[in-house]
């Protein structure tokens, strides 16, 4: 045993240093930060608030206003085909065939009973209905993950950023996203995406998406507010999101959706 | 508004069905570019390492083109990243805030690391070259000589001594940097594959076998590249004939040559067969764009052409110098199209699942926009590289005179 | 002579040096890791400030009933109480002030986006009261006929077909009622 020594205290040794180099790589920076009392009290209260989106697509009516405010609001050229906000119409014929479409993002409504170029008579139309998408706001948002530079980020009330300043444009954030929620902002050139209009919702006010819905199918709500009307909705009813599947946790909750819905 | 406000990607996507408003071909030409650059530095310094490291001797004549030519691809290779991007003026923030969970931000740290490494292993092999240079340019008229003369003497950094030690020391670290190398120089290249391997929402670049196939095909096009270029530069040097010495190196070669690409192959295979065989929900739309409509460019084009074809001709001996220059110019294009299959092939449906996207190549540019990310733009990514090297032999001799 | 081999390792450190030094008078004080970790937000935290002042555009009609008394009161009896004034006037930022008078959508595209008629069960948009677009008078205003801030009042017109109980009902629909 005694000629062991030596060797189990070398081997003990080695093991000590390979954990501690693991330990050093596998450690992100984040790790040592360490909060102070006053910092630690902030996080607390910081997380009274946690925005989340509830869609009701029993209630659209595909006017497409939410997509007309939503890029007035926030300054995306206006006749670009990109948007922040977009609504999708659905018409799942009676032979199951399924068609799709959202002319200019929805922005100017459904004012053509056509849809894909084909006329379907009412009688063969099993389901018909409109699906308004924005960004998910996602609890593990893989475009932040991606990003290069630390362009984009998330903020305590759950709501992805991007820093126009900063975003180097190589549309990492874009490919990486499930939604196609992101686009290239056409004018500034850096990527561009829905942030719940964090300018209205930090001054009391709501997304003018919300505001300019006439028949309440697009609502806004803290999850972490049990009397909130959003929350007990979320809370009591069978909500669903969408691309479950990726693990990006979405808190974009809809109501009514279909296995038809992309 | 004064001028037309146009989305990108708009200009050289069409789409088909139903894709996502927000949905364009992102990731263009200069996306494809960029692997395939980086692939052909990394396989160029496998090449050069097989000699440095494992003392392939009948590599040796190829070897030192190979680290020379695989440092002037390494200028070009982050170019085509810069013609990408939408803010190229901002590309120092990924050395300066790098987001380490991303793949992209690893750029700044392994391509600097590399950077050095393999400067550092020229300097070690080229430094009794400054130093001969520098003392033999001495009291030479002209102000080009004497241009010349600083630059090399410059270039040893003070260390003139050339004694029997003090180049042996150099040998041996030159084997250090060459083998610390190789890990590097896949990491460089296996982090391009895990760009697109770790893109969860891309159903067609979700796979952990995407940096292995990277590196692999990597080595494939690095070495075949050299192959080629040597035995061009060496055909055009010669006036007639190849010499027996140099043939027999770059016969060498493409044994390599075959096992990479035998990997490669089998490594590509397998990924579509599993693909196939596990039919996900996402095999669906993958089948149409495998099967229709990317049929030509990854059967024909990438398989048949790239792969099949260049197999069958280098497993047939003797090998002539016709056969080689036939196969390695195919084994590139082959590589080309599956970087080409895997960037602009991923993007060629639609994240609904319900509509296709396809690519249509800017040729002839109106706009900035057009040429960066357009026929052109690829073109002057693929020339700069030999500049580099023309440029960089007028200061080493890269070719064995003897 | 002493080891020359650690020359170019010097020279390699001090580019390194030097890239630490620029990094540390380039990258903005506030650039750190936020509230979310280093994973999602390590950012530069002015930005959020910024974002906070983007400008507001849309006011909201109890805005526009600050002044516009009348026509408030009366599309708030009519089954268009769900829309917002905006929608039609255009967001109201700056008007009075800057934008004397705002842009009125009047367009039949406009009215189009709900009085399309689809018929799509299980869709809200099947119970709106709707028309036809190539068939309903085509090429004429739909305010030359119908009030938007009273629909379902008294036609302007006498020709007009659309005015009748039917539309009570489907805006006692659209209203949840």
Redesign the interface.
């Known amino acids: 045993m005694e000629n062991n020594e030596p060797v189990d205290q070398e081997r003990r040794k080695f093991i000590k240093t390979v954990c501690m180099g693991v330990a050093a790589v596998a450690l ?4 040592f ?1 360490i909060l102070g009392p006053s910092e630690a009290l902030a ?1 607390v209260q ?1 997380t009274k608030r946690r925005w989340v989106f509830l869609v009701d ?9 939410c997509v ?2 939503c890029k ?3 300054e995306i ?1 206006y ?5 922040r906000t ?1 609504v ?1 119409r659905y ?1 799942v014929k009676k032979d199951g065939d ?1 068609l ?3 002319p ?3 922005r ?6 056509a849809i ?1 170029g084909q006329a379907v008579p ?1 009688s063969e ?6 699906v308004p ?1 924005l960004c998910n706001q996602c609890e ?3 475009c ?13 009330e759950g709501i992805v ?1 991007v ?10 954030c ?11 902002n ?2 500034l ?2 990527a561009e995406k829905c ?1 719940f209009c ?3 919702t ?2 009391g ?1 709501k997304p ?1 998406c919300v ?2 819905c ?2 309440g199918a697009r609502q806004i709500g803290n999850i972490k507010d049990p009397d909130d009307p959003v929350t007990k909705i979320v809370l009591n009813e069978r909500v669903s999101v969408l691309k479950e599947e ?2 990006t946790d979405p808190q974009a909750y809809y109501l ?1 959706l279909d296995r038809s819905v ?1 | 508004m004064i001028h037309p406000v146009i989305v990108h990607g708009s200009e050289w996507t069409v789409k088909e069905l139903f894709v996502y408003p927000n949905e364009y071909i992102y990731w263009g030409i200069q996306i494809v570019m960029y692997p395939f650059m980086t692939g052909l530095v990394a396989g160029a310094f496998v090449l050069s390492s097989l000699y440095h490291v494992f003392a392939r001797q009948e590599l040796k004549r190829i070897a030192k083109f190979s680290l020379i030519f695989s440092f002037a691809l390494l200028w070009a290779a982050p170019l085509p990243l810069l013609l990408h991007l939408q803010q190229p003026l901002r590309c120092e923030e990924v050395f300066f805030t790098p987001h380490f969970t991303s793949a992209i931000a690893a750029f700044g740290m392994v391509y600097s690391l590399y950077f050095a490494i393999v400067s550092m292993e020229i300097w070690f092999i080229y430094r009794r070259y400054f130093v001969e240079q520098a003392k033999a340019l001495v009291g030479r008229k002209g102000w080009l000589n004497q241009a010349r003369r600083v630059t090399y003497g410059v270039l040893t950094l003070g260390a003139w001594d050339i004694g029997h030690d003090a180049i042996e020391k150099d040998e041996k670290v030159t084997k250090i940097l060459a083998s610390t190398g190789i890990p590097v120089a896949c990491f460089l290249h296996g982090y391009a594959g895990f760009i697109f391997g770790s893109v969860k929402a891309n159903a067609m670049w979700m796979t952990p076998l995407m940096p292995v196939i990277f590196i692999v095909s990597a080595a494939v096009s690095g070495i075949a590249l050299c192959i080629l270029f040597y035995s061009l530069i060496n055909l055009w040097r010669s006036k007639s004939a190849m010499p027996k010495k140099e043939l027999d190196a770059v016969r060498m070669a493409t044994k390599y040559l075959l096992i990479f690409l035998v990997f490669a192959i089998s490594l590509e295979l397998l990924d579509m067969v599993f693909r196939g065989y596990t039919a996900m929900k996402s095999w669906n739309i993958l089948r149409s764009v495998i099967y229709e409509k990317d049929f030509l460019s990854i059967f024909l084009f990438q398989y048949f052409c790239g792969n099949l074809v260049p197999l069958i001709i280098l497993l047939r001996k003797p090998l002539s110098m016709g056969k080689i220059l036939t196969a390695t110019t195919l084994i590139l294009f082959g590589v080309f199209m599956m970087r080409w299959n895997v960037v602009i092939g991923g993007q060629a449906f639609s994240l609904s699942w319900a509509g296709f996207m396809h690519f249509e190549l800017p040729i002839i540019p109106h706009s900035l926009e057009t040429y960066k990310e357009g026929l052109l733009g690829a073109l002057t990514i693929i020339m700069l590289p030999f500049l580099f090297f023309f440029a960089l032999n007028k200061l080493i001799p890269t070719l064995e005179k003897d | 002579m002493h080891n020359h081999v650690i020359r170019p390792f010097l020279v390699v450190l001090a580019v390194f040096v030097i890239l630490i030094t620029v990094r540390h008078f380039f990258v903005p004080k506030d650039f750190k890791v936020g509230d979310r970790g280093f994973m999602y937000s390590y950012h530069r935290q002015g930005n959020e400030k910024e974002w906070a002042d983007f400008k507001v555009k849309y006011q909201s009609r109890e805005y526009c009933a600050d002044c516009h008394d009348e026509n408030f009161k009366k599309i708030i009896a009519s089954p268009h109480k769900i829309i917002q004034c905006e929608n039609c006037h255009g967001p109201a930022v700056g008007h009075p002030d800057t934008i004397e008078k705002l842009p009125i959508d009047k367009s039949r595209e406009l009215c189009e986006r709900c009085h399309t008629k689809l018929n799509y069960p299980t869709s809200l948009r099947g119970q709106i009261k709707g028309i036809d677009p190539q068939q309903h008078y085509p090429g004429k205003e739909c305010c030359s006929c119908h009030d938007p801030h009273h629909p379902n009042g008294p036609s302007r017109t006498v020709d007009n077909n659309l005015a009748g109980t039917n539309l009570k009902e489907t805006g006692a629909a659209i209203n949840g009622k």
């Open positions: 992100s920076p984040a790790a930060k996080f910081n697509t029993n209630k659209c009516i595909g006017c497409g206003f007309k405010a007035q609001e926030n050229a006749d670009a085909p990109v948007s977009w999708e018409v399924t799709i479409d959202s200019k993002a929805g100017d409504g459904f004012i053509d009973a894909e009412p139309i099993a389901k018909g209905f409109f998408k593990n948002p893989p932040v993950q991606v990003c290069p530079v630390g362009a984009t980020y998330q903020i305590k950023m820093d126009r300043k900063w975003c180097i444009g190589c549309g990492y874009i490919e990486a996203c499930p939604y196609s929620a992101r686009f290239f056409p004018e050139k850096v942030n964090y300018h209205r930090v001054k006010l003018a505001q300019n006439p028949v990726y693990g009514g992309r």
